[in-house]
């Protein structure tokens, strides 16, 4: 960990389900996204991947704006140009590598995830370094799914990761105890 502390800024972009909180470096690389708007725990992670961090609110490098705002807007395509900057395990980094080749509309199960990364056996390994990606929705981990193809558990929440996947378009096997349960809560922000 740096012995200087990363200079970061924060920002919030709002989204179709509500605003997310953002951290880029001075080189224009994002470090982080947090969907619930919780800045309290938005620095947490980054103290927990960085050590020391300085960050303040301002503008975003124009560039990581502008890419979320196509994406939000019907590039799905648009977060693949967004530079992106982590820490983690070797393990980590390459789950992580391997989610960002997984093209928009498209989704992978736990098991071909492993397999791709050469670690076939290592599924469960494989969604707890998925869990632990600090870039979400850039880095795509909404993109993974069960092996019968149904949605399974995502940081964001279950109705975040089926809007993303509804709007870039992929497949999944709708469970319907799940569907139940966002009908049940009316969350009709989550329901575009």
């Known amino acids: 960990m740096p012995a200087t502390p990363l200079d970061l800024t924060l920002d919030r972009i709002q989204t179709p389900f509500g605003p997310i909180l953002i951290a880029a470096d001075a080189q224009g690389r994002l470090r982080a996204v947090d969907f619930w708007d919780d800045e309290a725990g938005l620095r947490r992670l980054l103290a927990k991947q960085y050590g020391k961090v300085a960050a303040a609110f301002g503008q975003a490098p124009a560039p990581i704006r502008r890419a979320f705002e196509d994406y939000f807007a019907g590039d799905i395509r648009a977060l693949e140009r967004v530079p992106v900057e982590t820490v983690g395990t070797a393990f980590q980094r390459k789950v992580w590598a391997a989610l960002q080749r997984i093209p928009a509309g498209e989704t992978r199960s736990y098991g071909q995830l492993a397999a791709e990364i050469g670690e076939p056996k290592a599924m469960r390994a494989v969604g707890l370094a998925n869990g632990q990606n600090p870039i979400a929705i850039v880095v795509p981990c909404h993109r993974v799914i069960g092996a019968d193809g149904s949605l399974t558990g995502f940081g964001g929440g279950l109705p ?31 329901a575009l």
Not at 165 to 185: I, R, S, T, V
Request: charged share 40%; hydrophobic share 40%.
């Open 160 to 190: 975040r990761k089926r809007w993303l996947l509804n709007h870039e378009g992929a497949a999944f096997k709708e469970n319907p105890k799940d569907a139940a349960k966002a009908l049940a809560k009316r969350q009709p922000e989550l």
